[in-house]
């Protein structure tokens, strides 16, 4: 997600290569709100209730579905409609006056009446609290947020943006009741008070259960009693277990590589399927720019040339995911195949072994990549060891691997003492500048000591304020060639999302999709 402190877990799985059904449950067993309440357990945990601290994919699976944002992302959509709102649009021509009319009666889960003053304090308070783990570093641009009226909401930006409307839809933008939160702390008794689709009934360290909400009006239409979401804290075979047992109805974000490919084999499990979705996670190796050895331009493109990422994906991934040759993935605008173009789809020694020797390397490249276990799914040390296998079967590299647990892997990374190191990225919006600007603009969260003026000075505040997202295309194709060129981070894959699913169970094929919203009111257990 977008700027954090810390990067969000990847999913353990991206969702198989083929076979898999990517319209599951089309017909509905129920209608309404009559279906049944639905089960659902997932191996990540929910870090928080309160949007102004959560920035993680568990908690703001919570959020998206427990607050309203103004705006909201549509099922299969990547372009933010109204939701809270009645219409919001920029009402200048700078984009830096973007304004917003609340749709009539609208009302918090407890009953109480959602006006401007909420959505102003829900902003100004997450700015004010400004958490280390919260999203209010997506807000630099953000100077004031003004309310004529209880029915207009005005945000004055310091800075064109374009792309605001696409950070106030993310969870990022969950509007709270002004009664129930402290303006100056956070919540901390794991209630929340929205006026979305559901409301939350009671969290605890193992389960979270949600009913609907009575109150809410908006674009959602539930299809389900309520959702139980019960966590499994990391352990993918109690999942699995929970699953075939039919204590869940929905496994989520959890399941390994093997447990799938058993499961799309029949070798586990009768009356699940499988449902496959498209996302935007990606997943990069990033180079310390001031490392003696990474640092050097031909190390960096040496393995690039040799990164084998069909290979890597069929060995370790088991077909789980897709190859990614730009830092902008396949199916977000602007995205283009730089490093495919540059360095190939397949390794080549020779050109590996080419751009040692301009950089005057002769000897092999001693060289350690650093991981973390599970942040990102646990087959990440196996990857690093496999990608360092493929550095050192050219003959041109002495690699080893070396993991670290997550708080201190973070803090080493601050501190400079890795050359080559693994990220995950979970997009907050589906958007270019969502991919770029977070990696390469003025403070980047990589770390890496690396800057670019062409970047961060032309084509980075040349795309921002750009309103005709398509027009963005010719300046991100060229940012993605300079990242190509000088290689700062080596994109490895990108994700698909998937779940599991018992055959009574429809609606997942909506709930799966670029914009990373998990939508629990189109679950329907018939």
């Known amino acids: 997600m977008n700027m954090r402190n810390q990067w969000p877990v990847l999913p353990i799985v991206a969702g198989l290569a083929s076979g898999l059904l990517t319209g599951c449950g089309t017909e509905s067993g129920a209608s309404g709100s009559d279906g049944s309440s639905v089960v659902m357990g997932m191996s990540d945990d929910v870090l928080a209730t309160d949007p102004a601290s959560g920035y993680d994919p568990g908690s703001w699976l919570l959020f998206n579905n427990v607050f309203q944002s103004l705006l909201s992302f549509p099922k299969g959509g990547t372009e933010p409609e109204p939701d809270a709102a009645e219409e919001c649009s920029f009402t200048d021509t700078q984009t830096k006056v973007y304004t917003c009319t609340l749709k009539d009666g609208l009302q918090f889960s407890n009953g109480e009446a959602l006006t401007s003053e909420d959505v102003k304090f829900s902003f100004d ?75 939350l009934e009671s969290f605890s360290e193992d389960e979270a259960v949600f009913s609907v909400n009575e109150h809410y009006k908006g674009t959602a239409e539930v299809q389900n009693t309520g959702v139980t979401l019960r966590f499994f804290h990391g352990e993918q075979s109690d999942l699995k277990k929970a699953l075939l047992d039919d204590e869940i109805d929905i496994a989520y974000r959890g399941l390994t590589a093997a447990d799938i490919a058993d499961i799309e084999a029949g070798k586990d499990a009768s009356g699940v399927e499988i449902v496959e979705g498209s996302s935007a996670e990606v997943q990069h190796l990033v180079f310390n720019m001031d490392d003696p050895v990474a640092g050097k331009l031909g190390v960096r493109r040496a393995i690039a040339y040799l990164l084998d990422r069909e290979a890597l994906i069929e060995d370790v991934y088991q077909g789980t995911a897709d190859p990614l040759y730009s830092i902008i993935p396949a199916g977000i605008g602007g995205h283009n195949t730089a490093f495919f173009d540059r360095y190939g789809a397949r390794p080549s020694q020779a050109e590996a072994a080419a751009a040692l020797e ?31 296998a493929q550095l050192n079967d050219s003959g041109l590299f002495d690699a080893d691997v070396k993991s670290v647990a997550f708080d201190q892997y973070e803090k080493d990374i601050a501190a400079g003492k890795y050359g080559v190191y693994v990220k995950g990225w979970v997009p907050d919006y589906p958007d270019a500048d969502n991919f770029t600007a977070p990696f390469f603009g003025e403070g980047n969260v ?27 295309d010719e300046d991100y194709a060229r ?7 000088q290689v700062p981070v080596l994109p490895v894959w990108q994700a698909k999302q998937y779940a599991v699913v018992h055959e009574d169970v429809y609606g997942l094929e909506n709930c799966l999709d670029a914009s990373t919203v998990f939508r629990f009111w189109e679950l329907d257990k018939g």
């Open 446 to 472: 990589l770390a890496n000591n690396y800057a670019n003026t062409a970047i961060t000075g032309t084509l980075i505040p040349r795309t921002a304020p750009q309103s005709n997202r398509s027009a963005t």
């Open 125 to 199: 308070r997450m700015l004010k609290i400004n958490d280390d783990s919260g999203p209010a570093i997506m807000f630099p641009m953000l100077d004031k947020v003004e309310t004529p009226d209880e029915k207009t909401v005005v945000f004055k930006l310091k800075v064109p943006d374009a792309t605001f409307p696409s950070k106030i839809a993310s969870g990022a933008g969950s509007i709270v009741d002004h009664r129930e939160y402290d303006a100056d702390s956070l919540r901390e008794d794991g209630g929340a008070v929205g006026s979305g689709p559901y409301k």
């Open 358 to 388: 301009e950089e005057g390397i002769t000897g092999k490249v001693k060289l350690t990549l650093w991981s973390t276990p599970s942040r990102y799914g646990p087959a990440t040390d196996a990857e690093l060891k496999a990608i360092a």
């Open 479 to 485: 940012l993605q060639d300079i990242v190509a060129e």
